[in-house]
C-alpha cells in the first residue's frame, strides 16, 4: 500500500505513507528533493531517517506489518547547516529516543502522518528549513540577475544538486506520469522535449529503473 497527497504548506511537495503484509522491494525513483522518513517496526520502536537528493533510481525493502510515513520537501528547500554533498543519494538514520527525533542538535515530538506538516513548520519557523526564493524562480523558467555561474552555485549551496540534474529528474517524473496516465511513448517523448523514444527511454531507466513499456503495464 502506498498512498500520497498535496499539501497547502509552501515548503511540502507532498506527504506519503507506505506498509504491507508481506516482505517485499520497491524502486524509489529519483528525486531532487530533502524529505524526512519514519518507521514504526513491528516490535512499536520508531525510526527516522533523513533523505537525501538522489540523481537515479534506488532499490528499497519493506518489512510486513511495518508502517512508513513522510514528507518530500519543495526543490528549493534545504536544511541549513548540512554537509549536502555527502547526503546525496543517502538515507541517513536519526536519533529517535523516548518518542522524540534528533534534527540538527533539536528535539523534536514524532509526528504521525498527519503531523509532518506541523513539524516542517516548527522547523521552518526555528530557520532549520529554510526556502531560497531565488532558486525557486529559477526553476519555474525565470532567470536571475546572476551570472549562469554563480547562479549554478547558488543551485549547489541550496539544494546540494546542478541546476540541469534537477530539471532532467523533473522531466522524467513528468514523462513518468504521462506514461501512467496511458500516453503512448512516442507522445510522451514530444511533449516532454526528449530527442526521441530512445532518448525517453534511457532517461526512465535512469529516474525509475523501468522502461517505457514497463511503466505503461504497471511495472
Not at 533523513?50 to 510515513?69: C, H, K, M, V
Not at 514524532?110 to 526564493?133: F, I, M, S, W, Y
Request: charged share 25%.
Amino acid at each position: 500500500m502506498y498512498e500520497q497527497r498535496s499539501s497547502e504548506h509552501p515548503f511540502v511537495r507532498l506527504v506519503w505513507r507506505a506498509g504491507g503484509q508481506t516482505d517485499g522491494e520497491f524502486t524509489d525513483a529519483a528525486n531532487e528533493c530533502w524529505g524526512l522518513a519514519f518507521t514504526r517496526h513491528r516490535d512499536g520502536r520508531v525510526g527516522a531517517e533523513l533523505i537525501g537528493p538522489t540523481a537515479s533510481a534506488r532499490r528499497l525493502d519493506w518489512r510486513a506489518g511495518e508502517s512508513y510515513w513522510g514528507v518530500d520537501l519543495e526543490s528549493h528547500v534545504f536544511w541549513r547547516g548540512l554537509d549536502k554533498p555527502a547526503l546525496l543519494g543517502v538515507l541517513q538514520p536519526l536519533p529517535v529516543e523516548s518518542g522524540y527525533v534528533t534534527l540538527v542538535g533539536t528535539r523534536y515530538l514524532v509526528p504521525d502522518h498527519d503531523g509532518v506538516e506541523a513539524l516542517v513548520e516548527a522547523l521552518r519557523e526555528q530557520g532549520v528549513l529554510v526556502g531560497d526564493p531565488l532558486v525557486a524562480r529559477a526553476l519555474e523558467g525565470e532567470q536571475p540577475a546572476l551570472s549562469e555561474r554563480a547562479l549554478q552555485r547558488r543551485f549547489r549551496q541550496t539544494t546540494g544538486l546542478a541546476r540541469k540534474r534537477i530539471e532532467q529528474v523533473r522531466r522524467a517524473r513528468e514523462a513518468y506520469r504521462m506514461l501512467q496516465q496511458g500516453m503512448a511513448p512516442a507522445e510522451v517523448a514530444a511533449a516532454t522535449g526528449y530527442a526521441d523514444q530512445a532518448h525517453l527511454s534511457r532517461s526512465l531507466r535512469v529516474f525509475a529503473g523501468q522502461t517505457p513499456r514497463q511503466i505503461l503495464l504497471g511495472g
